[in-house]
């Protein structure tokens, strides 16, 4: 039994796939997970809520109060008592509810209110599907780490032929299941720096560099999606975060990058260094802005090396590693940092290979370790790179 012992708020919505979800929630079951039903108006019009309750061994809940007794449903407490929220079949109406935020029935208003997984499988005619409206509501729930399972193509009841069937309860519970699964950083923490520094010249100028902070949140995401609880020290970047999981630190500075990730790094199993810290930062900050028009000299001192500090104070069983983005002696560059920082691996990539580096959503990158032994990856997304750069962080967790 893969789910044994987990607690399924099962949603379904006004479609006719409702009557899919009397064979979903029997799997669930049969998987040993505590499922509670929980219906919207319409859909009880499709399949019933005693259907629903002999099935799933617990009372169907409908209204956020019971009419007969007044007996309240806490959407609060069935969000925080849920270890994974299934909408299935979700139609078009409440997955425009969900991204817009709204909270007009017990469904919408226990997916505001959970902290878990959330799961939609939408069922709908195809030209409903295919709408703008459902296309980008459907894109701002993936962008929240909503899982979407993919509807298939097929028959629809409209009679029309097209992608819109709500996918098969036996697939739905497989993804479920596979997603569910602890991953393999579970129970881990992860410092990871991201982004660049800005370090002020005057109220309103900075020196900084083109680093998006792209590398950083995708390793941030796909640690986090494995079950580690992330620290995310982040230098001033346009991104945003997914995962629950991840919990962000905004830093402008070198110093303020510092001070956060020696603070937090005691307490951590591994520390990634993707951030591109500033080397220097101007001496002096003026405290008005400079309005003179003539040529100045900038007195730049030296930033401290984060990486460095980590290294000296790693622990045995921390896992440290860093990034090194070169323009030539590429490998002998890495080395050298590597060995001066104590990483137990620095991730390389070159300027001169196309689509790598900064500004791209995608990198090339060789993994170097402490023995000097080095991996290439082809171009990947950063997404990809991120998968390949946790499966090493895991294997030196292992040595
Ligand atoms: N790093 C850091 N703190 C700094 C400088 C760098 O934590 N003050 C980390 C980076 O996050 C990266 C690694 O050290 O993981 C290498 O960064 P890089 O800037 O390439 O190294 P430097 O030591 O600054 O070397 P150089 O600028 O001479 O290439």
Known sequence: MTLKGKHIVAGITGSIAAYKAAVLVRLLVKEGAEVKVMMTALAKEFITPLTM???SRNPVLVDFFDPENGAWNSHVDLGLWADALLIAPATANTIAG???GTAGNLLLATYLAARCPVFVAPAMDLDMFRHTATTQNIQTLQARGVHIIEP????L???LDGKGRMEEPEKIVRYVVDAMQPGDCAGKKVLVTAGPTYEPVDPVRFVGNRSSGRMGYALAE??????AEVILVSGPTALSVKHPAIRRVDVQTAAEMYRAATEHFPAMDAAMMTAAVADFTPAAVQSEKIKDKQEFDLKLVPTKDIAAELGAAKRPGQVLAGFALETHN???NAVKKLTKKNFNFIVLNSLNDAGAGFGHDTNKITIIDKDRHSVHFELKSKDRVA??????LVACWKQ
């Open 330 to 332: 590429e490998t002998e």
């Open 157 to 159: 009841a409209s009679g």
């Open 152 to 155: 298939s193509t097929g028959a």
């Open 222 to 227: 796909e640690l986090a999606q494995r079950g």
């Open 387 to 392: 998968k390949d750069i946790v499966d090493r």
């Open 98 to 100: 969900m991204a817009a």
């Open 53 to 55: 309750a002999t099935l």
